[in-house]
């Protein structure tokens, strides 16, 4: 029996949660819960008289000022009809029970072990209205937890006792011990039957795989090593489980190396590629550090061979930069996918090289349905707002309870991403070039050298989340794929991490996610040649996993680390001081093997050789042919203003700042440009700026480009255009080219993000993926073109290849959608250029060349085109322009820059104007050529700005730029946006309107 | 030299730019772990000013600042007496103790501001933001001119921004706060560009009664506030920089929110007879 605390706020204080409850349900359901009351019940499983209990609630539990509670009995308010208590289930992250028994332990200065869980905490809502069960449930699954994750009681006012009578539900975990060891019998399966073994087991090996595996058991020398250790001749659990993580696609990359036989009919040829990643991603890399050198550059320091990209920033700080995706997670919970997506992330540069890198800055890209989604769900589908409510819910928690600012992002709204959203996390971060001598980016590890696990333990949750992440979500998703992540129980080991790498006694770490131990010790073992690992000496959240499940579990906020014999006493003195919990739980050797074991017994013995070359090469197919597109027939129209208004209020346009405000953009206080900027905080940016260090005005430029829907017209374009895109909004904001001067030291970091439907081709389920597989081609294509001829190199990456949602029968794909992340290093921030005017009477220019492009455009979507004239890249013209803005902004030429991207130009100068508290006055006429209003107005051209300059700087500044600047207006101070042509206006609106109809779009 | 010790861990993530505050004002500073204090014996003695930072300790679990403050309160350190009672012989004996955000709370709750009384009893909290949301957004304060408190000497409106999700200083009662107000406790307050009061969301960001930022104690020795003057060090923290520079080239590059870290620095210098 537990003993329970209820703490609730005093009659008079404000209840803001349970008034923003109240306001979601109606304005997402249309439910009228009338007031929502918020309460916490605490369940205390530790023996405590009732007078101790009591003290620790007056003490510890309540607020002195705002709450009331009640010890071993439950509160009801007056006048409430119904409520519903929401708990975690079994072994799903309780930080606050936890917290809680720390307090507890402070209070009575007992010496509790934190690991045993004695507090269980929930939420408890009361109503106002007598809701239906129906829309009791809708209000509790929608708004306030998930059936994934949280347990649910619901109850009813009772008439006559005028009580409310709550089950209340603790989600203690009841398991036994059970270190059982299978053997799968392999040997005599037919085709089909492996394929069957591998679905039912989540493994996603295709038959090819499934044979592999089992042909490399009947190797004669592999079952006379097995014969003498007294092993059976089939793989146990555990080494089928090994073989299902390393070579799944979400760790091997299996497609993105596999041999394409692409047929293009469009062109009439027919090629194969042999890896794409080789071909075009690294291939991209090589002959770009090949220019570099040749040009005395020599930053690149590390590249696609660790968990972020290494580049020299400054004398003597480098700079490491991964971005990654979280997307099957967050379909199913959004919360805990969003959360452990950031926080994965952070582990990957704090796991680069030695490891302890300080983490500088995220970043998020998400892509979602839209909020007001209207067709009806299928099984197991979230509504996309509770999708993206969830996920920016859990990037504020994660982001700012570590500590690291959120400086830039993007949304894009799309219903084909109302199935599985894209979330994108980057992190950046600063490594010195030495922790006591070593390079810091190098990873040794010696035969002898121990294995400690460091941070959380490890339980069910996550098991699989490699391998579930390479098959498309379904009805049948498995619930243990849902993981919450512990943002304080991650800040704990970072703090740790940065310590003992100072201290030199890390000789190299990485991070514990996808496949758990079994990738991260699996990966490492490759560099002495072998490991031995006890399972039996892994800590467990609670008892009852298998060997193979402690092996693959993917549970948070653990770091693999190497230690030598003689850091060991220290490095677990430290450990226990800052409170992360350490264990040995093996060491690495050169046998060759990879030797898993639990109690001495041998519970799985891998070749690693095999493990990690023995995975088939895939063969896969790809076609492409002309698709006939036309430019649709417009109605003639002369006045634009309520046009633009409403492109202003359109959903991928709008103001983000309800979302951004939630991220904490500057702590460390080391942000420069943050998303918004201005005099009243409205201007958005087109990158974020980040100094280095308090020592240094040096620093580094972050932005992302995505375009996915110009894909729907040509792939190729929209991942050139992308690029470019990320390009020219560094370049905007006083960014320069690399290798434009020999040893200039301006390094760039890229990594490309690849989301795309499943592209195998299968004549049933997968008609279309030889042209899905096409568009994965060209994307690349475009990549390995425009990167070279920048001299832009990829330091790391990402793909995810299968984002389609199955589920009724039916299947939600994700367009092909290709992201590049790119950082750039700025010699002074003090010399940025944001994007609102700076002064009435400043001239404005438009920089770059507006073509017939309204394909694809947010102005054709306004209307219900999609058209057919995508924007291209001219990247001859596009690198020319930017070297003339470089030499401008050398010269401190240009006052405020915006880059023009989606709504084109009217929309780049709106926002410049509101965001300065400014007007402008346009005149469209100097521009070249005879294009329409529309397109001069919205034509999403690449490789443009709307860039401000002093009128004392126009002839100088028009001497760098000759014909290719665009003298088009001038600031004013009033408060309107005039856009006009040959004498008549286009255009003529307030700004302050503007702005309004811009912060509306996704206000709520 | 003024010292400085900036308490960190559990989630603490101020840190450093505190740090790197005091020691632009001329301080040194040093970061040190709570558990050095509260378990290891590291004296908080051998320091002119104790700094609490901002953060989420605990991951806000039980309100923000309470864990921490409970450990504060209740942890026994080796030599058996509790931090507060080594913080209740730190201000008696002269020195100075500053929190900012997530220390604030934990001040606030410990009950050393605005101890009125100087009993160290809680007397008021920081409860959820009336928008029931975290927010990162910069405003004004203003200095309440009857405040003697050294940490904002010669100080009077200036742009700081907030970050929190629990930052209505909620007083309880009109006594409480009538004493605060007499007692010019309420040293700074949200306010208007121009200075007049802010009243309304989101000039006050969460709702504070009085419109209040930050608090101080009696002896002005103490002092909390919202807000983060750490994250303002340099000009270009501030989101309106570029505009601010083309009106005036010859600005200072310095951020107000140093002014703060100067302020206590240099009085402790001062009143130890020392240069900065």
Same mark, same amino acid.
């Given at each position: 029996?537990?003993?329970?605390?209820?703490?609730?706020?005093?009659?008079?204080? &404000?209840?803001?949660?349970?008034?923003?409850?109240?306001?979601? *349900?109606?304005?997402?359901?249309?439910?009228?819960?009338?007031?929502?009351?918020?309460?916490?019940?605490?369940?205390?499983?530790?023996?405590?008289?009732?007078?101790?209990?009591?003290?620790?609630?007056?003490?510890?539990?309540?607020?002195?000022?705002?709450?009331?509670?009640?010890?071993?009995?439950?509160?009801?308010?007056?006048?409430? *009809?119904?409520?519903? *208590?929401?708990?975690?289930?079994?072994?799903?992250?309780?930080?606050?029970?936890?917290?809680?028994?720390?307090?507890?332990?402070?209070?009575?200065?007992?010496?509790?072990?934190?690991?045993?869980?004695?507090?269980?905490?929930?939420?408890?809502?009361?109503?106002?209205?007598?809701?239906?069960?129906?829309?009791?449930?809708?209000?509790?699954?929608?708004?306030?937890?998930?059936? /994934?994750?949280?347990?649910?009681?619901?109850?009813?006012?009772?008439?006559?006792?005028?009580?409310?009578?709550?089950?209340?539900?603790?989600?203690?975990?009841?398991?036994?011990?059970?270190?059982?060891?299978?053997?799968?019998?392999?040997?005599?399966?037919?085709?089909?039957?492996?394929?069957?073994?591998?679905?039912?087991?989540? /493994?996603?090996?295709?038959?090819?795989?499934?044979?592999?595996?089992?042909?490399?058991?009947?190797?004669?020398?592999?079952?006379?090593?097995?014969?003498?250790?007294?092993?059976?001749?089939?793989?146990?659990?555990?080494? +089928?489980?090994?073989?299902?993580?390393?070579?799944?696609?979400?760790?091997?990359?299996?497609?993105?190396?596999?041999?394409?036989?692409?047929?293009?009919?469009?062109?009439?040829?027919?090629?194969?590629?042999?890896?794409?990643?080789?071909?075009?991603?690294?291939?991209?890399?090589?002959?770009?550090?090949?220019?570099?050198?040749?040009?005395?550059?020599?930053?690149?320091?590390?590249?696609?061979?660790?968990?972020?990209?290494?580049?020299?920033?400054?004398?003597?700080?480098?700079?490491?930069?991964?971005?990654?995706?979280?997307?099957?997670?967050?379909?199913?919970?959004?919360? #805990?996918?969003?959360?452990?997506?950031?926080?994965?992330?952070?582990?990957?540069?704090?796991?680069?090289?030695?490891?302890?890198?300080?983490?500088?800055?995220?970043?998020?890209?998400?892509?979602?349905?839209?909020?007001?989604?209207?067709?009806?769900?299928?099984?197991?589908?979230?509504?996309?707002?509770?999708?993206?409510?969830?996920?920016?819910?859990?990037?504020?928690?994660?982001? @700012?309870?570590?500590?690291?600012?959120?400086?830039?992002?993007?949304?894009?709204?799309?219903?084909?991403?109302?199935?599985?959203?894209?979330?994108?996390?980057?992190?950046?971060?600063?490594?010195?070039?030495?922790?006591?001598?070593?390079?810091?980016?190098?990873?040794?590890?010696?035969?002898?050298?121990?294995?400690?696990?460091?941070?959380?333990?490890?339980?069910?949750?996550?098991?699989?989340?490699?391998?579930?992440?390479?098959?498309?979500?379904?009805?049948?998703?498995?619930?243990?794929?849902?993981?919450?992540?512990?943002?304080?129980?991650?800040?704990?080991?970072?703090?740790?991490?940065?310590?003992?790498?100072?201290?030199?006694?890390?000789?190299?770490?990485?991070?514990?996610?996808?496949?758990?131990?079994?990738?991260?010790?699996?990966?490492?073992?490759?560099?002495?040649?072998?490991?031995?690992?006890?399972?039996?000496?892994?800590?467990?959240?609670?008892?009852?996993? &298998?060997? =193979?499940?402690?092996?693959?579990?993917?549970?948070?906020?653990?770091?693999?680390?190497?230690?030598?014999?003689?850091?060991?006493?220290?490095?677990?003195?430290?450990?226990?001081?800052?409170?992360?919990?350490?264990?040995?739980?093996?060491?690495?050797?050169?046998?060759?093997? /990879?030797?898993?074991?639990?109690?001495?017994?041998?519970?799985?013995?891998?070749?690693?050789?095999?493990?990690?070359?023995?995975?088939?090469?895939?063969?896969?197919?790809?076609?492409?042919?002309?698709?006939?597109? @036309?430019?649709?027939?417009?109605?003639?129209?002369?006045?634009?203003?309520?046009?633009?208004?409403?492109?202003? #209020?359109?959903?991928?346009?709008?103001?983000?700042?309800?979302?951004?405000?939630?991220?904490?953009?500057?702590?460390?206080?080391?942000?420069?440009?943050?998303?918004?900027?201005?005099?009243?905080?409205?201007?958005?940016?087109?990158?974020?700026?980040?100094?280095?260090?308090?020592?240094?005005?040096?620093?580094?430029?972050?932005?992302?480009?995505?375009?996915?829907?110009?894909?729907?017209?040509?792939?190729?374009?929209?991942?050139?255009?992308?690029?470019?895109?990320?390009?020219?909004?560094?370049?905007?904001?006083?960014?320069?080219?690399?290798?434009?001067?020999?040893?200039? #030291?301006?390094? =760039?970091?890229?990594?490309?993000?690849?989301?795309?439907?499943?592209?195998?081709?299968?004549?049933?389920?997968?008609?279309?993926?030889?042209?899905?597989?096409?568009?994965?081609?060209?994307?690349?294509?475009?990549?390995?073109?425009?990167?070279?001829?920048?001299?832009?190199?990829?330091?790391?990456?990402?793909?995810?290849?299968?984002?389609?949602?199955?589920?009724?029968?039916?299947?939600?794909?994700?367009?092909?959608?290709?992201?590049?992340?790119?950082?750039?290093?700025?010699?002074?921030?003090?010399?940025?250029?944001?994007?609102?005017?700076?002064?009435?009477?400043?001239?404005?220019?438009?920089?770059?060349?507006?073509?017939?492009?309204?394909?694809?455009?947010?102005?054709?979507?306004?209307?219900?085109?999609?058209? *057919?004239?995508?924007?291209?890249?001219?990247?001859?013209?596009?690198?020319?322009?930017?070297?003339?803005?470089?030499?401008?902004?050398?010269?401190?030429?240009?006052?405020?820059?915006?880059?023009?991207?989606?709504?084109? +130009?009217?929309?780049?100068?709106?926002?410049?104007?509101?965001?300065?508290?400014?007007?402008?006055?346009?005149?469209?006429?100097?521009?070249?050529?005879?294009?329409?209003?529309?397109?001069?107005?919205?034509?999403?051209?690449?490789?443009?700005?709307?860039?401000?300059?002093?009128?004392?700087?126009?002839?100088?500044?028009?001497?760098?730029?000759?014909?290719?600047?665009?003298?088009?207006?001038?600031?004013?101070?009033?408060?309107?946006?005039?856009?006009?042509?040959?004498?008549? @206006?286009?255009?003529?609106?307030?700004?302050?309107?503007?702005?309004?109809?811009?912060?509306?779009?996704?206000?709520? | 030299?003024?010292?400085?010790?900036?308490?960190?861990?559990?989630?603490?993530?101020?840190?450093?730019?505190?740090?790197?505050?005091?020691?632009?004002?001329?301080?040194?500073?040093?970061?040190?772990?709570?558990? $050095?204090?509260?378990?290891?014996?590291?004296?908080?003695?051998?320091?002119?000013?104790?700094?609490?930072?901002?953060?989420?300790?605990?991951?806000? %679990?039980?309100?923000?600042?309470?864990?921490?403050?409970?450990?504060?309160?209740?942890?026994?350190?080796?030599?058996?007496?509790?931090?507060?009672?080594?913080?209740? $012989?730190?201000?008696?004996?002269?020195?100075?103790?500053?929190?900012?955000?997530?220390?604030?709370?934990?001040?606030?709750?410990?009950?050393?501001?605005?101890?009125?009384?100087?009993?160290?009893?809680?007397?008021?909290?920081?409860?959820?933001?009336?928008?029931?949301?975290?927010? $990162?957004?910069?405003?004004?304060?203003?200095?309440?001119?009857?405040?003697?408190?050294?940490?904002?000497? %010669?100080? %009077?409106?200036?742009?700081?921004?907030?970050?929190?999700?629990?930052?209505?200083?909620?007083?309880?009662? $009109?006594?409480?706060?009538?004493?605060?107000?007499?007692?010019?406790?309420?040293?700074?307050?949200?306010?208007?560009?121009?200075?007049?009061?802010?009243?309304?969301?989101?000039?006050?960001?969460?709702?504070?009664?009085?419109?209040?930022?930050?608090?101080?104690?009696?002896?002005?020795?103490?002092?909390?506030?919202?807000?983060?003057?750490?994250?303002?060090?340099?000009?270009?923290?501030?989101?309106?920089?570029?505009?601010?520079?083309?009106?005036?080239?010859?600005?200072?590059?310095?951020?107000?929110?140093?002014?703060?870290?100067?302020?206590?620095?240099?009085?402790?210098?001062?009143?130890?007879?020392?240069?900065?």
């Amino acid at each position: 029996m537990y003993n329970t605390i209820q703490r609730f706020f005093k009659e008079g204080i &404000r209840d803001s949660k349970g008034e923003s409850i109240r306001y979601n *349900a109606q304005q997402q359901l249309g439910i009228n819960t009338g007031k929502v009351k918020t309460a916490q019940l605490f369940s205390v499983n530790y023996p405590l008289t009732e007078e101790q209990l009591q003290d620790f609630s007056e003490g510890c539990i309540k607020d002195k000022i705002t709450d009331d509670a009640l010890v071993n009995a439950y509160f009801t308010p007056a006048k409430y *009809a119904c409520a519903v *208590a929401v708990a975690q289930l079994p072994g799903v992250t309780d930080d606050e029970g936890i917290s809680a028994q720390m307090a507890l332990a402070d209070f009575f200065n007992l010496d509790l072990d934190v690991n045993t869980q004695h507090i269980f905490s929930q939420y408890i809502y009361f109503f106002e209205n007598k809701l239906t069960e129906e829309q009791l449930k809708n209000v509790t699954k929608r708004i306030l937890g998930n059936p /994934l994750i949280n347990h649910f009681s619901f109850a009813w006012v009772d008439e006559e006792s005028e009580k409310i009578d709550l089950r209340y539900y603790v989600p203690e975990v009841k398991l036994t011990i059970d270190n059982t060891v299978e053997y799968i019998q392999l040997e005599n399966l037919t085709d089909e039957e492996l394929v069957h073994l591998s679905k039912t087991k989540v /493994l996603a090996l295709n038959l090819e795989e499934m044979q592999a595996v089992r042909n490399h058991y009947l190797d004669p020398e592999i079952r006379e090593k097995r014969h003498e250790l007294g092993l059976q001749m089939q793989p146990t659990d555990c080494e +089928l489980e090994v073989f299902a993580q390393t070579w799944s696609e979400h760790c091997k990359h299996k497609e993105f190396n596999a041999i394409i036989h692409f047929d293009d009919k469009s062109k009439g040829e027919k090629k194969t590629i042999r890896s794409i990643f080789k071909t075009y991603i690294k291939g991209t890399t090589d002959k770009v550090a090949e220019s570099l050198k040749e040009n005395g550059n020599d930053w690149l320091v590390k590249v696609f061979s660790d968990n972020a990209g290494v580049v020299k920033a400054t004398h003597d700080k480098l700079f490491v930069w991964k971005v990654e995706t979280h997307n099957s997670p967050s379909a199913l919970d959004p919360y #805990g996918g969003a959360i452990t997506g950031i926080l994965g992330n952070n582990r990957d540069p704090l796991g680069t090289g030695i490891g302890g890198a300080k983490l500088l800055f995220n970043t998020n890209v998400l892509c979602f349905g839209s909020p007001t989604y209207s067709k009806p769900l299928l099984t197991g589908q979230l509504h996309p707002r509770q999708i993206m409510d969830g996920v920016v819910a859990g990037i504020e928690a994660g982001g @700012n309870k570590s500590g690291v600012p959120t400086v830039n992002g993007a949304i894009v709204f799309d219903d084909r991403y109302s199935g599985k959203p894209l979330v994108y996390c980057g992190t950046g971060g600063i490594l010195p070039y030495d922790f006591k001598g070593k390079n810091s980016w190098e990873k040794p590890i010696d035969a002898g050298d121990h294995i400690i696990m460091a941070g959380g333990r490890v339980g069910k949750d996550g098991i699989h989340g490699a391998t579930f992440s390479s098959i498309e979500i379904d009805e049948h998703s498995p619930m243990s794929a849902v993981q919450i992540g512990s943002p304080i129980t991650q800040k704990k080991v970072y703090d740790f991490m940065v310590i003992a790498a100072q201290r030199g006694l890390i000789k190299t770490s990485t991070d514990n996610g996808a496949g758990g131990l079994s990738s991260s010790i699996g990966e490492l073992a490759t560099i002495p040649g072998g490991a031995i690992i006890n399972l039996d000496k892994v800590p467990l959240k609670y008892a009852g996993l &298998r060997p =193979w499940e402690i092996f693959v579990s993917e549970s948070q906020e653990r770091m693999s680390l190497v230690i030598e014999e003689q850091n060991l006493e220290e490095i677990f003195e430290l450990a226990k001081l800052m409170e992360v919990e350490l264990s040995d739980i093996g060491v690495f050797t050169d046998s060759g093997f /990879l030797d898993i074991r639990y109690d001495d017994e041998k519970v799985a013995y891998i070749q690693m050789h095999f493990l990690h070359e023995g995975v088939p090469q895939k063969i896969m197919y790809a076609e492409w042919d002309t698709v006939v597109l @036309n430019e649709p027939e417009l109605k003639a129209q002369t006045d634009f203003s309520e046009t633009l208004l409403k492109l202003m #209020g359109s959903l991928n346009i709008c103001s983000r700042e309800h979302i951004i405000r939630q991220y904490d953009h500057e702590v460390k206080g080391k942000t420069i440009v943050k998303p918004l900027m201005g005099p009243h905080g409205k201007a958005p940016q087109d990158a974020g700026v980040m100094r280095f260090g308090f020592d240094t005005y040096e620093g580094v430029a972050i932005s992302n480009g995505i375009l996915p829907r110009y894909g729907d017209i040509d792939a190729f374009e929209m991942s050139a255009g992308a690029f470019d895109e990320a390009v020219r909004q560094i370049i905007s904001v006083g960014g320069r080219l690399p290798n434009t001067e020999s040893g200039d #030291g301006i390094f =760039w970091s890229v990594n490309d993000n690849f989301c795309v439907p499943d592209s195998v081709f299968d004549e049933v389920g997968n008609p279309d993926g030889k042209q899905k597989l096409a568009k994965l081609v060209q994307i690349c294509e475009a990549l390995y073109d425009i990167a070279t001829y920048f001299d832009i190199p990829l330091t790391s990456g990402k793909d995810s290849m299968k984002n389609d949602f199955k589920a009724d029968g039916k299947k939600i794909s994700v367009p092909p959608t290709i992201l590049y992340s790119m950082t750039a290093k700025l010699d002074d921030v003090r010399k940025t250029i944001t994007s609102e005017f700076k002064a009435e009477g400043d001239l404005i220019y438009q920089l770059g060349e507006t073509y017939n492009e309204l394909g694809a455009s947010e102005f054709y979507q306004l209307l219900g085109h999609l058209g *057919a004239n995508v924007p291209k890249v001219r990247k001859e013209a596009a690198k020319a322009l930017y070297l003339k803005v470089m030499e401008a902004n050398k010269n401190g030429l240009i006052e405020s820059s915006h880059d023009l991207s989606d709504g084109g +130009l009217a929309v780049a100068l709106a926002e410049s104007a509101f965001g300065a508290q400014m007007g402008a006055n346009i005149q469209l006429d100097s521009l070249p050529g005879e294009l329409s209003n529309e397109a001069l107005l919205f034509s999403e051209s690449h490789s443009r700005f709307a860039i401000t300059v002093r009128p004392e700087n126009k002839v100088a500044f028009e001497a760098i730029f000759g014909e290719r600047a665009n003298l088009i207006g001038q600031v004013t101070g009033g408060n309107s946006l005039t856009i006009s042509r040959n004498g008549q @206006n286009l255009v003529q609106t307030k700004v302050e309107a503007l702005q309004k109809a811009w912060s509306g779009g996704l206000s709520f | 030299m003024v010292k400085a010790i900036v308490l960190t861990g559990f989630g603490i993530n101020c840190e450093e730019e505190t740090a790197a505050a005091y020691r632009m004002a001329g301080a040194a500073a040093d970061i040190v772990h709570f558990n $050095d204090v509260l378990i290891k014996g590291h004296s908080i003695h051998n320091y002119d000013i104790l700094h609490f930072p901002g953060g989420f300790s605990f991951g806000d %679990d039980l309100s923000s600042g309470k864990v921490m403050a409970n450990k504060i309160r209740y942890k026994k350190l080796p030599n058996g007496r509790t931090l507060l009672d080594e913080i209740k $012989d730190f201000i008696s004996n002269g020195h100075y103790v500053m929190g900012i955000c997530n220390g604030f709370q934990m001040l606030v709750r410990l009950g050393l501001l605005p101890n009125t009384n100087l009993y160290y009893e809680q007397q008021a909290t920081l409860a959820h933001n009336d928008s029931a949301k975290y927010e $990162d957004r910069w405003v004004y304060c203003k200095v309440n001119n009857m405040s003697e408190t050294p940490f904002l000497k %010669d100080m %009077d409106i200036f742009p700081v921004p907030v970050r929190h999700g629990e930052g209505k200083l909620v007083f309880g009662n $009109d006594t409480m706060r009538q004493i605060v107000k007499t007692k010019a406790l309420n040293c700074l307050s949200y306010c208007m560009a121009d200075g007049s009061p802010a009243s309304e969301y989101p000039f006050n960001p969460n709702g504070a009664e009085l419109d209040c930022a930050g608090l101080c104690d009696p002896t002005g020795q103490v002092f909390g506030l919202m807000p983060h003057p750490e994250a303002f060090l340099s000009l270009y923290n501030h989101p309106n920089w570029g505009q601010l520079k083309r009106k005036n080239p010859s600005i200072s590059e310095e951020g107000m929110g140093l002014k703060i870290f100067r302020n206590i620095v240099t009085h402790i210098a001062e009143l130890k007879g020392i240069e900065v």
